[in-house]
């Protein structure tokens, strides 16, 4: 109860800090629109018959994705970075909660603030492809908000873990650039996993990265997903890479110098 | 309280000549050398204490803070605060703690003061009423609680002290470990965070260790100091003491009662200051009673005043790092009177 009420606290404040600059958090919606422009590519693609995909599949298998990355965008590492680089992390050591929470709270208080902007893009693109509209069901809008939560976790967790080496090199966020490159490719960010060569979907199915866009994205628009494999693949990545965090956390602290504190 | 034995820290740091070519030898071959902020520091400190902590920029003040605090480990030695070992950082202990730095804030820069208040109230494990009482307690004594409900970006610098004061005891700890709390505040501000800091330390008994480089700040608040110098405790007692060890000199202050010339003066000891027929001079302490008894008969004065030198003259050239303070080794140690087991670091000579 006193852990929920100090969430609490450290969510209701990193709402009010969220909001209060309006106009940032719809330009950083619209920074994630990446999703609109390839679905008007494939949208193209599509319609020459030979994808898998019909040209509206394509444009829902996008939206889905506008809506994952939205709901699922990290950026815990130039945060830690920033706070370790500055002393800033000194604060938050000295008190009596793990800085985690803290970082957790603002990406959460976050996501809240920017959902109804992402809305608006969803609805834009419903306006922009007439007949794409579609609403996949009561269950599987829970199931995939539930495999979003998973994803965001794992996602938190992989970056989480990267920004700890900032305690042996202050520049971790290039691992992250790094890392990005594989996300994007392997995650069905681009296009959906199974139109890539069979090959790349074997490499891709020994990550963490289709679980974080592919499968929730094919969930959404009502394709069988086994949710449950998902969820232990996910946990699996996701419970290593607490371990691994914890680990080079205590390793990195006898580090940090509190530089500029 | 706090115990503190043969504590070191040691950093590693990268070592880059300028220019082109130490760029390039700085990407292939990086060297790195071992500076040693702390060696060797020895201290304790009992409850209720209100300690100054001195020294120039880089002797190791702030270092020694972290490790206190739990923010860095040390390379060597042993702290104990409160019975625990700090940089366990374990619950019980960080709630019994806090660190102000003078440079860096706490609070959110964006939001008012409460909010940042409401987090410290929550993780600190307060009711809401408790915290509400205490901010309010705390706010009338730092005569702050007009600013809280301004974003922190809006107030002044002594302004966001006050608060920064506030949001650092919310939880009431035991222990402050006050880093320049002063840092770049006005006269006023200055005094009014002094005068706080006084009745805070009066009203809860905590325990203070202040560093600072206003010599206000440690003449109203410390009777004891601890001075560090390159890293090394140098001294370790009563502030009075200190002034005495740093130099061994009384000042003078007569009234003439005819015209002396300054080479005359300069005979008696250094002139000091001269207006009118007023005059200061420095003499040797061994010196003092011959030189008044010469003074009376050759100079005849009208008044005569024999006082030690402002501790803000005698320490200002320690802080700016131009003397170096050495331990007493008379049975007079700095340490002599003190009721507490404190003992000097006489191994730092």
Known sequence: MIFLRKLAALLVTAFAHTTTYRAEMVLWALSGSMPIILMGVWFQAAQGGRLEYSPLEMVRYFVAVLVIRQMTFVWVIWEFEESVVRGRLSHDLLRPIDPVWHYLANHFAERIARFPAVLALVFLCFWLYPGSAFFPGWVVMGQAAALILGTFVTRFALQYTLATVCFYNERASSLESLSFIAYTFLSGMLAPLDLYPPIVQQVAAWTPFPYLIFAPARLLIGEEVDVVGAFQVMGAWTLGMIVLQRWAWRKGLSRYSAMGA | ??????????????????????????????????????????????????????????????????????????????????????????????????????QKQQLIWDLPALDSLRINGAVYELSASEARQRIGELGEMLDANHLLTQPVR??????????????????????????????????????????FLKRYNQRYGATVLLTSHYMADITALCSRVLVVHEGRLVYDGALSSLAERLTPNRVIELRLTEPVADETLRSFGHVLARDGASVSLVVDRALLRQTIARIFEELKPS???????????????????????????????PSAGASSPRRPDTGTS
């Not at chain 2, 130490?22 to 204490?49: C, K, M, W």
């Not at chain 2, 002290?161 to 006005?186: I, N, Q, W, Y």
């Open chain 2, 1 to 102: 309280m706090l115990s503190v034995s043969d504590l070191g820290k040691t950093y590693r740091v990268a070592d880059k000549q300028p220019g082109l070519k130490g760029s390039l030898q700085h990407l292939f071959r990086r060297r790195y050398r071992d500076i040693a902020a702390v060696t060797g520091v020895n201290f304790t400190v009992e409850p209720g204490e209100f300690v100054g902590f001195l020294g120039a920029n880089g002797a190791g003040k702030t270092t020694t803070l972290k490790m206190l605090s739990g923010l860095i480990r040390p390379s060597s030695g042993r702290a104990m605060v409160m019975g625990y070992e700090p940089f366990a950082r374990e619950h019980a202990f960080l709630k019994q703690i806090t660190l102000v730095m003078g």
């Open chain 2, 154 to 195: 809006k107030l002044s610098l002594g302004e966001r002290m006050k608060c920064e004061l506030l949001a650092a005891l919310l939880h009431r700890p035991s222990v402050l470990f006050l880093d320049e709390p002063t840092l770049g505040l006005d006269i006023n501000a200055q005094e009014s965070i002094r005068s």
């Open chain 2, 303 to 333: 008044d005569l005043n024999v006082h030690e030198p402002a501790i803000e003259t005698v320490i200002g050239p320690l802080l700016r790092g131009e003397r170096l303070v050495r331990p007493a080794q008379s049975a007079e140690g």
